[in-house]
């Protein structure tokens, strides 16, 4: 499937594996010039050789996106390789320790909110107003089925996920008249890294509450964002867009 990007360029956090990774490499495809943004730094520059050897255009930025001035670098890495900013795929995220409220770790908690919420909001902090300059685009931000249906031993996580999409919709009702369209996606399990430490006996509890019968892939996930991104989703802002194999329509 082709999008119709041309000349120019997108931020995308989170991007040195899984949903993040596949959206540089899916968005530099049809001719996004894509920072990849991680705090990764070896993976940052694996997904950015892939780009460029494949012939797109791409450039390494070493970001933490709880550290807001390092996302606020990231914004200027664009601008000063590419021009401009106009577009960002706000992606970066952690999953949280289990447990229920009255028993959740305190630090755990700092660290979903920090990076699942606040590096979102740090995030377009410093993109708007770039994108702004550059005359207009879109942003997605990352929430998941955890921002529309809540699970008892993920308070932290809920939270996040939740907090995104009221972020973005505020976002969206002061900006969309402005030329900056902004909204969520929010997919259910994807057979991603942060899976890895499951056993066959959790991978399938997992596939089983997923309808189609299977978890999904970063690559379907990319394509989602690479639609809200594109002129093909011009009159969508403040949606919330659900990729989630039938999970949350149970």
Same mark, same amino acid.
């Given at each position: 499937m082709?999008?119709?990007f041309?000349?120019?360029?997108?931020?995308?956090?989170?991007?040195?594996s899984?949903?993040?990774?596949?959206?540089?490499?899916?968005?530099? &495809?049809? !001719?996004?010039?894509?920072v990849?943004?991680?705090? @990764? /730094?070896?993976?940052?520059? %694996?997904v *950015?050789?892939?780009?460029?050897?494949?012939?797109?255009?791409a450039?390494?930025?070493?970001?933490?996106?709880?550290?807001?001035?390092q996302?606020?670098a990231a914004?200027?890495?664009?601008?000063?390789?590419?021009?401009?900013?106009?577009?960002a795929?706000?992606?970066?995220?952690?999953?949280g320790?289990?447990?229920?409220?009255g028993?959740?770790?305190?630090?755990a908690?700092r660290?979903?909110?920090?990076?699942?919420?606040?590096?979102? &909001?740090y !995030?377009?902090?410093?993109?708007?107003?770039?994108? @702004? /300059?550059?005359?207009?685009g %879109?942003? *997605?931000?990352m929430?998941?089925?955890?921002?529309?249906?809540s699970n008892?031993?993920?308070?932290?996580?809920?939270?996040?996920?939740?907090g995104?999409?009221?972020?973005?919709?505020?976002?969206a009702l002061?900006?969309?008249?402005?030329?900056?369209?902004?909204?969520?996606?929010?997919?259910?399990?994807v057979?991603?890294?942060?899976?890895?430490?499951?056993?066959?006996e959790?991978?399938?509890?997992?596939?089983?509450?997923?309808?189609?019968?299977?978890?999904?892939?970063?690559d379907?996930?990319?394509?989602?964002?690479a639609?809200?991104l594109?002129d093909g989703a011009s009159?969508?802002?403040?949606?919330?867009?659900?990729?989630?194999?039938?999970?949350?329509a149970?």
């Open positions: 082709k999008y119709s041309s000349g120019q360029s997108v931020l995308v956090t989170g991007a040195a899984g949903i993040g990774a596949a959206t540089a490499r899916l968005l530099a &495809a049809n !001719g996004l010039s894509v990849v943004s991680d705090v @990764q /730094a070896d993976a940052v520059h %694996a *950015v050789a892939e780009i460029t050897q494949a012939g797109g255009q450039v390494a930025n070493v970001a933490d996106v709880t550290q807001h001035e996302l606020e914004v200027q890495c664009a601008i000063e390789h590419f021009g401009a900013l106009h577009f795929v706000n992606n970066a995220g952690a999953g320790d289990s447990g229920p409220a028993e959740m770790d305190l630090d908690w660290r979903v909110i920090d990076i699942n919420l606040n590096g979102v &909001a !995030g377009m902090r410093y993109e708007i107003p770039a994108i @702004q /300059a550059a005359g207009g %879109a942003i *997605v931000n929430s998941s089925i955890m921002g529309v249906v008892p031993t993920l308070p932290g996580y809920n939270a996040a996920k939740h995104v999409v009221g972020l973005s919709r505020s976002a002061e900006y969309s008249s402005k030329g900056i369209r902004i909204n969520t996606i929010h997919p259910g399990y057979d991603t890294p942060i899976l890895s430490g499951f056993d066959d959790a991978r399938a509890a997992l596939v089983a509450q997923h309808p189609i019968g299977r978890l999904g892939h970063a379907e996930i990319a394509h989602v964002i639609f809200l594109s009159f969508m802002t403040g949606a919330c867009l659900l990729a989630d194999g039938g999970y949350t149970r």
